[in-house]
């Protein structure tokens, strides 16, 4: 039972094979940058985001506070803009 099991779940992964190696290899590049696969200290994690945004790393807190500013600027010029065309077309509706 067990290996009619094992074989059906192989036989319904075999396309992904490809796909998870990549991803496993992305993973362990990234462990490797971050110093590792704890992703809750320091800067290392998942994209230098560890712990309080990766800023407890000194060495990339310039890089991370700019990225992170020019991240929340620029999501407040799309919702700015947004509600500028959204008033234009209010006022077209009611005219």
Avoid: C, P
């Amino acid at each position: 039972m067990q290996d009619q099991a094992r074989k059906a779940l192989e036989g319904a992964l075999s396309g992904k094979k490809i796909e998870y190696e990549k991803w496993d290899k992305e993973i362990k590049r990234r462990e490797e940058l971050g110093g590792g696969g704890d992703s809750g200290g320091g800067g290392g994690g998942w994209f230098g985001w560890g712990r309080w945004f990766g800023w407890s790393n000194d060495d990339n807190f310039w890089q991370e506070a700019k990225q992170a500013s020019l991240t929340i600027l620029g999501i407040v010029l799309i919702v700015r803009n947004f509600l500028i065309l959204l008033s234009i077309l209010m006022l077209q509706v009611q005219n």
